[in-house]
């Protein structure tokens, strides 16, 4: 069965860069989009961009444009999201999530908390 | 402020029918497929409604999706407590650096 097992929580300070992870299972890797999209406590989804895993090819939401890089490996199945910059409205939850159908986001991560603070 | 506009709220009670809205712009709704999430808070979102109108293995044919023309629509019928939950809408949206768009996510209780 298709799985995302996110990387584990994180507490970064103000200005610093996080990186989390993302590994695919149950499925061809480079078939699929990954995206990223998080959730600060009590608010809604907020989509951050999607990466080819085949060629790498990515798009970032322009709130995102300067300062977030997706990255994968194909040999682990892993695919990857740096931020960085951060400042206290980065604190949130972050899931992967892969496509489905026409543009869907089918299969999601367990998600990963990212904490901000000085 | 989200880019799709869902009702913050909405309640009925067991067995009976809820309708949740999504109303979009020429530039997503309008022209993309619509997706419909649930989550239960604390979980991973997860996908109810794809491709406008269908359902994923394993989602029962209580929910159902539609869509008119920058408007999209979540129906669930034979409501169960266990429904209780926020549900998004989402789709993409082709305007200047625009991509994937959620709407601010409707909670939905059952009475």
């Known amino acids: 069965q298709v799985q995302l097992v996110q990387s584990g929580a994180e507490v970064r300070k103000p200005g610093a860069s996080v990186r989390v992870s993302c590994k695919a299972s149950g499925y061809t890797f480079i078939t699929y989009d990954i995206n990223w999209v998080r959730q600060a406590t009590g608010q809604g989804l907020e989509w951050m961009g999607w990466?080819?895993?085949?060629?790498?090819?990515?798009g970032y939401a322009e709130k995102f444009q300067d300062r977030v890089t997706f990255t994968r490996d194909t040999s682990t199945s892993t695919a990857y999201i740096e931020l960085n910059s951060l400042t206290s409205e980065d604190t949130a939850v972050y899931y992967c999530?892969?496509?489905?159908?026409?543009?869907?986001?089918?299969?999601w991560g367990q998600g990963t908390l990212v904490t901000v603070s000085s | 402020q989200s880019v799709l506009t869902q009702p913050p709220s909405v309640s009925a009670a067991p067995g009976q029918k809820v309708t949740i809205s999504c109303s979009g712009s020429s530039s997503n709704i309008g022209i993309y497929h619509v997706s419909w999430y649930q989550q239960v808070p604390g979980t991973a979102p997860k996908l109810l409604i794809y491709?406008?109108?269908k359902r994923p293995s394993g989602i029962p044919d209580r929910f159902s999706g539609s869509k008119s023309g920058t408007s999209a629509t979540l129906v669930i019928t034979g409501l169960q407590t266990g429904d209780e939950a926020d549900y998004y809408c989402g789709t993409w949206d082709r305007s200047l650096g625009a991509g994937g768009v959620f709407g601010g996510g409707t909670k939905l209780t059952v009475l």
């Open positions: 999530a892969r496509t489905y159908g026409s543009g869907s986001f089918g299969y």
């Open positions: 990466m080819n895993p085949n060629n790498g090819n990515t």
């Open positions: 491709d406008t109108n």
